[in-house]
């Protein structure tokens, strides 16, 4: 992460050397690591005099600003995207099939730790390619947003005029939607996998393509823990039974709307930033999927291959304990400095207690953040458009008075039962096609069990976040960042009204038998 966006900082002139992580008893803290004096323990920050002249005479600042006008003014980030579907993307997804393509039960001991050697690397540059794209994904987006706001522009129509520019999002249902219509057509009755194989010659090769690239990433979470998506047949039957194709929004006649609200002299750059910022939404829901779960998905898939060797040869004491290697022992697992089956098991119970716990939000003395108006224009800009997309990501700072009323994504009403889920693994088991997912936010790990929601509501989040994007490309009716949601009782019938805004409890869960 650090390497990734230390290069893409620089790139696009963000006045910060990079985003730095550490893990403290499992749990994960980030910070943004100043350009200066990163090392040295908070203080206060000199007079904003000296800021504004120190800003201006630094070489770090100086070349960032120079970076930041270039970005601001030439939007690199649409070749990156261009790069990304040109060169980037399939130079990885070779890559990475060609990883999935290695038949785990064939190999030796040592050559499956020679895989898993090669796994790991694979994931480490696959996900510093990760970060780096985010940083081109995220900026123009957030360029668009800022100054959408600026013209008195409503953000949720803003960014409606991006829907349907991520085809990699919808791709994957368009699969499911032609698997559906093949099996209807020849009136196949299916509850497994094999059965919908046997069902015609057309269905067992979409069922492959689509498992081909979506069976091996993990969809439950983004750790080693998490599941794929083969190891849930229910779960893509059911994706099956429910695919509808996603809808075509009229982005066109979106931002002609848009475009009448924007003063004349300012429409070209309207035109200008909408199309940079729709560019590069296809790579930005793209790049996750890619860089991280699927590659992450094989790494688990093999180790769990090695896990239950080793517990043949009595070097583990569960298959699932593998997990918990370090990238030292996963590289050598079968030789003499391999692990310790007592040793691995007190790292499973120790994790397993830390998740457990509530950590705190932040750790040590907050940093002083310099005032936006001691910075040069093109870092000042740049400052500002990261905390619009920070607002609109995660809703702060709205005022929230009435706890189910939030962001609302689309245009219809709809009423089904509220399934209440903590995690993208508890909304697998519970959720059934057609019902509300009420979660606390959404990630590119509940994309797959999204899929088959009738509707979807979060209690945190904005217009700009993965709930909103996803319920805009497969037209599933949601609203946003209702803070009081996860309180609605799980089972109960709720009306999700997106043009209002608003969840509303019309009958309670049923009760227990």
Same mark, same amino acid.
């Given at each position: 992460?650090?390497?990734?966006?230390?290069?893409?900082?620089?790139?696009?002139?963000?006045?910060?050397?990079?985003?730095?992580?550490?893990?403290?008893?499992?749990?994960?803290?980030?910070?943004?690591?100043?350009?200066?004096?990163?090392?040295?323990?908070?203080?206060?920050?000199?007079?904003?005099?000296?800021?504004?002249?120190?800003?201006?005479?630094?070489?770090?600042?100086?070349?960032?600003?120079?970076? #930041?006008?270039?970005?601001?003014?030439?939007?690199?980030? *649409?070749?990156?995207?261009?790069?990304?579907?040109?060169?980037?993307?399939?130079?990885?997804?070779? *890559?990475?099939?060609?990883?999935? #393509?290695?038949?785990?039960?064939?190999?030796?001991?040592?050559?499956?730790?020679?895989?898993?050697?090669?796994?790991?690397?694979?994931?480490?540059?696959?996900?510093? @390619?990760?970060?780096?794209?985010?940083?081109?994904?995220?900026?123009?987006?957030?360029?668009?947003?800022?100054?959408?706001?600026?013209?008195?522009?409503?953000?949720?129509?803003?960014?409606?005029?991006?829907?349907?520019?991520?085809?990699?999002?919808?791709?994957?249902?368009?699969? @499911?939607?032609? @698997?559906?219509?093949?099996?209807?057509?020849?009136?196949?009755?299916?509850?497994?996998?094999?059965?919908?194989?046997?069902?015609?010659?057309?269905?067992?090769?979409?069922?492959?393509?689509?498992?081909?690239?979506?069976?091996?990433?993990?969809?439950?979470?983004?750790?080693?823990?998490?599941?794929?998506?083969?190891?849930?047949?229910?779960?893509? @039957?059911?994706?099956?039974?429910?695919?509808?194709?996603?809808?075509?929004?009229?982005?066109?006649?979106?931002?002609?709307?848009?475009?009448?609200?924007?003063?004349?002299?300012?429409?070209?750059?309207?035109?200008?930033?909408?199309?940079?910022?729709?560019?590069?939404?296809?790579?930005?829901?793209?790049?996750?999927?890619?860089?991280?779960?699927?590659?992450?998905?094989?790494?688990?898939?093999?180790?769990?291959?090695?896990?239950?060797?080793?517990?043949?040869?009595?070097?583990?004491?569960?298959?699932?304990?593998?997990?918990?290697?370090?990238?030292?022992?996963?590289?050598?697992?079968?030789?003499?400095?391999?692990?310790?089956? =007592?040793?691995?098991?007190?790292?499973?119970?120790?994790?397993?207690?830390?998740?457990?716990?509530?950590?705190?939000?932040?750790?040590?003395?907050?940093?002083?953040?310099?005032?936006?108006?001691?910075?040069?224009?093109?870092?000042?800009?740049?400052?500002?458009?990261?905390?619009?997309?920070? +607002?609109?990501?995660?809703?702060?700072?709205?005022?929230?008075?009435?706890?189910?009323?939030?962001?609302?994504?689309?245009?219809?009403?709809? *009423?089904?039962?509220?399934?209440?889920?903590?995690?993208?693994?508890?909304?697998?088991?519970?959720?059934?096609?057609?019902?509300?997912?009420?979660?606390?936010?959404?990630?590119?790990?509940?994309?797959?069990?999204?899929?088959?929601?009738?509707?979807?509501?979060?209690?945190?989040?904005?217009?700009?976040?993965?709930?909103?994007?996803?319920?805009?490309?497969?037209?599933?009716?949601?609203?946003?960042?209702?803070?009081? #949601?996860?309180?609605?009782?799980?089972?109960?019938?709720?009306? +999700? =009204?997106?043009?209002?805004?608003?969840?509303?409890?019309?009958?309670?869960?049923?009760?227990?038998?």
């Amino acid at each position: 992460m650090e390497a990734g966006m230390r290069q893409v900082f620089a790139e696009v002139g963000v006045p910060a050397e990079c985003l730095q992580a550490r893990f403290v008893n499992g749990f994960m803290y980030t910070r943004l690591r100043p350009l200066i004096g990163a090392d040295k323990p908070p203080r206060r920050l000199p007079p904003s005099a000296v800021l504004r002249v120190a800003t201006r005479l630094h070489p770090a600042f100086r070349a960032r600003t120079r970076a #930041a006008a270039v970005s601001l003014a030439e939007h690199p980030a *649409r070749q990156v995207a261009e790069r990304w579907a040109r060169e980037l993307r399939p130079a990885l997804a070779a *890559r990475t099939t060609a990883l999935q #393509a290695v038949p785990l039960d064939e190999l030796s001991d040592d050559a499956l730790g020679e895989h898993l050697g090669a796994l790991l690397d694979h994931l480490r540059s696959s996900v510093e @390619l990760h970060f780096w794209l985010h940083g081109h994904d995220l900026g123009p987006i957030a360029q668009y947003l800022h100054r959408a706001l600026g013209w008195g522009l409503d953000p949720g129509e803003a960014l409606a005029a991006l829907a349907g520019a991520s085809p990699s999002t919808s791709a994957p249902v368009r699969t @499911l939607v032609a @698997l559906r219509e093949e099996l209807e057509r020849v009136g196949a009755e299916y509850a497994t996998l094999d059965e919908v194989r046997a069902a015609s010659p057309r269905a067992s090769a979409l069922l492959d393509e689509y498992l081909a690239g979506r069976g091996c990433l993990v969809v439950t979470g983004y750790d080693l823990t998490a599941l794929t998506l083969a190891e849930l047949p229910g779960l893509v @039957l059911d994706g099956i039974r429910t695919a509808a194709e996603p809808p075509e929004p009229d982005h066109a006649a979106a931002a002609a709307a848009l475009r009448t609200q924007v003063a004349p002299a300012d429409r070209s750059t309207f035109d200008e930033l909408l199309g940079v910022a729709r560019a590069v939404m296809d790579m930005r829901d793209d790049n996750g999927p890619v860089t991280y779960e699927w590659p992450i998905g094989l790494l688990r898939l093999a180790l769990l291959e090695t896990g239950r060797r080793l517990v043949a040869q009595e070097r583990l004491h569960d298959a699932v304990d593998v997990l918990d290697l370090t990238p030292s022992e996963a590289r050598e697992p079968f030789g003499p400095g391999g692990p310790q089956p =007592d040793v691995v098991a007190e790292r499973v119970a120790s994790r397993k207690a830390s998740a457990a716990v509530e950590p705190p939000a932040t750790l040590g003395e907050p940093e002083p953040q310099p005032p936006l108006a001691v910075l040069p224009g093109p870092l000042a800009e740049a400052v500002a458009m990261v905390q619009t997309a920070l +607002v609109h990501l995660d809703m702060a700072g709205f005022d929230r008075v009435d706890p189910l009323a939030g962001a609302g994504i689309g245009a219809d009403v709809y *009423r089904g039962r509220a399934r209440i889920a903590a995690d993208p693994e508890e909304a697998i088991d519970k959720l059934e096609p057609g019902d509300v997912l009420v979660v606390r936010a959404t990630s590119p790990a509940f994309n797959t069990v999204l899929a088959i929601a009738g509707a979807v509501v979060t209690t945190h989040g904005g217009p700009l976040s993965h709930a909103a994007v996803i319920a805009r490309e497969l037209g599933l009716p949601a609203v946003i960042g209702a803070a009081g #949601a996860l309180g609605i009782p799980d089972g109960a019938t709720v009306e +999700v =009204d997106p043009v209002a805004g608003r969840v509303r409890v019309v009958a309670e869960a049923p009760a227990a038998v």
